[in-house]
């Protein structure tokens, strides 16, 4: 398709090295009979077809990182490393290639996709580093009596990765697991399994042994509980949706697996009488909207006292408004499509069923006009904290102001959810923005910025959305399981 051309010839060189119809299992592509076609999310153009897994492919991919893990963990911790530091450097070589492939397979601007893949190799050297620090300790103990604690990896790990930061996602896991000396079977989502399985390839390609990073597309229901089932899997670290997460857990818990999940999320910026609007405003709407709004972390309630809300409501809609709605390949594109017409539609009706609630609509709540799955960047105000709008992710463009008649009922509002992602604070008083940052059911609070994420920083979900943290110290200890050893060494 010509529209999708710019992306296409982009990305042909890094997508030429994969095997059309295969999963990556102990270190090659294996064709499977099964597929799943990967087409672009803007012009719906086809891109390739992959093999998609079911429960012998999963097996398969379990035994082959169940082997290569003897190897594996007990290598030098520096090997290790290197080879970390090794798919980075790659990755940041062919920085250009991935970006478009990522951008056009996953369905967002080229700016978005590049924080991607530059975050994506910020991850694995930070975990790298890591690989050559995971020290145990020796215990107070007497004389004749040695007692030490080792740091050990937990097995084959299973990864349940989402379609809106494909490899991303995938790197929070992958890094840290295998820094920790643990092998790993990815499960792509079935929208983006490209990235997946090209730095499966990646991997290999710089030295990593066979079996220790497996990639296996395939239906969730099929593929990824098959993972979640598997008796020899020890861990699942699962990122998606809270209902499929609640399901995950069930099922773990045959098996006694260690989970991780990080779910959906419904976050509030809020904006107190005395935030510095100049830069409150930008930084709300691109939280919000920043790729089309489907960002677990996407601040998509704004809590805003009555006394500024009409300026708040004013000036957001004005960068709404003024959002670049453009092709994926457009370098200057702001506003990309959503994932794909189902998604579209949903976010659509939404919009209509909030406004027939009483909401009322500021702006967009419409597609525009543009090829592709696009909706516009929508604002409703008045919206209360009860309303569905306030309470249920939309995964889209659209931003929810409530307003508050003071500084209690605003943090009532922003812990007024299911979920607990992530909050963004706007104040100028410092003394106050830690002693509501301390009462916020999340877990990131940030204040006077937008950035909810930081490599060395933790990150995670209170109450639904989630437990167990990705990122930091936090999100390698995920990764490890404390033994004690016990020894008499009197005479
Ligand atoms: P999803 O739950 O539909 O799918 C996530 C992954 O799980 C996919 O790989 C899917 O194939 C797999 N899956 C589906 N059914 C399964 C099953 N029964 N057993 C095992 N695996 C199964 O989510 P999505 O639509 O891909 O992603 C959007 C959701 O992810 C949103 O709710 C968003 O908030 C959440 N998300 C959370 C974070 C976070 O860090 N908290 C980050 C990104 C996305
Ligand atoms: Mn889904």
């Not at 994969?18 to 999310?41: M, Q, R, S």
């Not at 989502?189 to 066979?210: E, R």
């Not at 967009?364 to 409703?380: C, L, M, N, S, W």
């Not at 059911?441 to 979900?461: D, K, L």
Request: aromatic fraction near 6%; glycine fraction near 8%; charged fraction near 20%.
């Amino acid at each position: 398709m010509a529209e999708a051309m710019p992306l296409m010839t982009a990305s042909e060189d890094l997508r030429s090295r994969y095997k059309e119809g295969t999963v990556f299992i102990d270190g090659a592509f294996v064709a499977l009979d099964n597929h799943l076609t990967v087409a672009g999310k803007q012009f719906g153009d086809t891109m390739c077809e992959v093999g998609s897994g079911n429960s012998d492919t999963i097996d398969a991919a379990v035994t082959s990182a169940a082997k290569a893990w003897t190897a594996w963990r007990a290598m030098a911790p520096s090997a290790r490393a290197a080879l970390l530091y090794a798919m980075a450097d790659r990755l940041s070589a062919e920085m250009d290639q991935w970006i478009a492939l990522e951008a056009h397979h996953a369905g967002k601007p080229l700016s978005d996709a590049r924080i991607d893949i530059v975050s994506a190799v910020m991850t694995l050297r930070w975990f790298a580093g890591f690989a050559d620090r995971i020290d145990g300790r020796v215990v107070a103990s007497a004389d004749t009596v040695h007692r030490y604690v080792r740091r050990e990896s937990l097995g084959v790990c299973g990864l349940i990765v989402p379609w809106n930061f494909p490899l991303l996602m995938m790197l929070w896991k992958v890094a840290p697991a295998l820094a920790a000396g643990n092998t790993v079977v990815v499960k792509p989502a079935s929208l983006t399994p490209l990235t997946a399985l090209l730095f499966a390839k990646l991997a290999s390609d710089v030295g990593l042994p066979a079996g220790v990073l497996n990639v296996v597309p395939g239906p969730g229901d099929a593929a990824g509980m098959s993972l979640v089932r598997h008796p020899d899997v020890t861990k699942i670290s699962f990122t998606g949706s809270t209902e499929i997460g609640k399901e995950v857990a069930r099922v773990a818990a045959d098996t006694v697996k260690r989970v991780t999940l990080e779910l959906g999320g419904k976050s509030p910026t809020v904006i107190l009488d005395d935030a510095d609007l100049d830069k409150a405003i930008p930084a709300s709407a691109a939280g919000c909207f920043g790729h089309a709004g489907q960002k677990c972390a996407a601040r998509t309630r704004v809590i805003v006292s009555d006394s500024r809300a009409d300026e708040v409501v004013e000036r957001l809609a004005k960068i709404a408004n003024g959002l670049k709605v453009g092709d994926l390949s457009d370098p200057t594109t702001q506003l990309g499509p959503v994932i794909d017409k189902k998604a579209q539609s949903r976010i659509l009706k939404m919009c209509q069923d909030a406004q027939s609630a009483g909401a009322a609509l500021v702006c967009g709540g419409k597609a525009p006009d543009q090829t592709g799955p696009y909706v516009a960047a929508t604002i409703f105000d008045h919206v209360k904290s009860g309303d569905t709008l306030a309470q249920e992710e939309v995964f889209g463009p659209v931003m929810a102001v409530i307003r508050v008649p003071d500084e209690q009922a605003a943090i009532a509002a922003a812990n007024d959810s299911d979920y607990g992602l992530a909050a963004t604070l706007w104040t100028r008083d410092v003394g106050k923005a830690h002693r509501i940052a301390a009462q916020i059911q999340a877990g990131t609070v940030s204040v006077n910025t937008p950035a909810v994420v930081g490599i060395e920083t933790p990150f995670g979900g209170y109450k639904q959305s989630g437990y167990g943290r990705e990122l930091g110290v936090e999100g390698l200890d995920a990764y490890l399981q404390s033994k004690a050893i016990i020894m008499d060494i009197g005479s």
